[in-house]
């Protein structure tokens, strides 16, 4: 079984910044990308960011320039540094990872619980 668990959501003023953590636990024998997805009320759920191994980062056009995704491959753990936060960044912030565990022949797709971002002065 593979969890992911994220933290570090909360209430912020209009340009200020949060980090997000996310960290993959379990049954793993490979993490092959890891990223962030966001979801407002009324809206569609949209790719943030993500990392894959060894490949090109990509961001949102509406977040590039202000967000940035790392990883610590050790950890299994992604991050997601928001600056010059915006009202439209409000959302629920999901982390999302491609995941193979042991004896499984593919990899699969896991998700977060979520974590609350509101950007409000």
């Known amino acids: 079984q593979v969890r992911l668990v994220e933290s570090g959501g909360g209430l912020v003023q209009p340009g200020g910044s949060l980090r997000l953590s996310c960290t993959a636990s379990?049954?793993?024998?490979?993490?092959?990308?890891m990223g962030w997805y966001r979801q407002a009320p009324g809206n569609q759920r949209e790719r943030v960011a993500i990392?894959?191994?060894?490949?090109?980062?990509n961001y949102a056009e509406s977040v590039k320039g202000r967000f940035t995704i790392s990883k610590d491959s050790a950890k299994n753990t992604v991050y997601l540094q928001m600056n010059a936060l915006k009202p439209e960044d409000t959302a629920v912030y999901s982390c999302?990872?491609?995941?193979?565990?042991?004896?499984?022949?593919?990899?699969?797709?896991?998700w977060g619980q979520g974590t609350q971002v509101t950007v409000s002065s």
């Open positions: 999302y990872a491609i995941v193979k565990i042991p004896g499984q022949l593919g990899a699969s797709d896991y």
């Open positions: 379990g049954s793993i024998s490979g993490v092959y990308v």
């Open positions: 990392i894959p191994n060894g490949g090109i980062i």
